[in-house]
């Protein structure tokens, strides 16, 4: 092998080992909810791939790759199939904030979402809307209507909770729930859907991504978990509240993904 052979090789190989490096994803699905960790990442190594900037580097000791997902099911499912073929990350963390269901909760708290559901999957006929169970991708046919997150991030991300010191939103200091958080496709702003949501799947938040992430990590077997912080209670002043709280919101659950990582 003459030498111009060999060291394109080389070359070869250790872009291969740097694309191929095992790393912790971490995903937002918008500029609020990742800026705080881009900025604590200080340097950082841009790569593009299908579109979406990928931010390669170190927090707080580990390799991350972070991304911001865009909203909604589709984009989220596409960001996730993005970073799982270039990147093939061995664990994924989701942050950003979310609509709260609890009775009892309000604006700043936080939500580890310990399953996920989709509450707008399923078929329509004379009686109603009917929620499926069955969740299909290639390669995998999961009939469970919850997907678990992974318990020991979730534990993890419940210690990094009670342990950050989180910015106290409306006056008060978060809460910290543990459960199910419900996604779907639209922005809820509605006092009758907030209930149903909670009544129906027992959801303490609802958002726009994550049941659509962990279908994917569930069949790709990535361990993963959801963290939300509620920037509005999903009812009728939704829209004004999310204004008012996406900021201290957004940086109370990228406080609490750092934990995770410190543990790690």
Excluded: W
């Amino acid at each position: 092998m003459d030498l111009k052979k060999l060291t394109f090789t080389l070359i070869f190989c250790l872009v291969l080992v740097e694309i191929q490096a095992q790393r912790i994803a971490i995903m937002g699905a918008l500029d609020e909810e990742i800026a705080i960790l881009k900025e604590e990442m200080g340097k950082y190594k841009t790569q593009n791939k299908g579109g979406i900037d990928f931010f390669l580097g170190k927090l707080r000791g580990q390799k991350v790759v972070l991304l911001k997902a865009g909203v909604g099911k589709v984009n989220a499912s596409y960001s996730t199939a993005v970073l799982t073929e270039n990147y093939r990350p061995k664990t994924l963390i989701f942050t950003g904030v979310a609509g709260g269901l609890a009775p009892d909760a309000m604006p700043g708290d936080i939500v580890i979402g310990e399953q996920l559901v989709q509450y707008d999957f399923g078929q329509i006929d004379s009686t109603g809307f009917q929620v499926s169970p069955f969740r299909r991708l290639s390669g995998g046919n999961h009939q469970e209507l919850f997907i678990q997150a992974d318990s020991e991030l979730a534990k993890k991300a419940k210690t990094a909770a009670d342990q950050s010191e989180l910015e106290p939103v409306s006056g008060r200091k978060p809460r910290v729930f543990q459960g199910i958080i419900a996604t779907g496709d639209v922005f809820v702003s509605s006092d009758q859907k907030a209930r149903e949501l909670y009544d129906e799947f027992g959801a303490l938040a609802t958002e726009m991504e994550g049941a659509a992430i962990a279908h994917i990590c569930r069949t790709l077997e990535i361990p993963f978990v959801i963290i939300r912080s509620c920037s509005d209670n999903a009812n009728n002043h939704a829209r004004v509240n999310f204004n008012s709280f996406v900021g201290p919101a957004s940086a109370n659950s990228a406080r609490i993904v750092l934990g995770i990582l410190e543990q790690m």
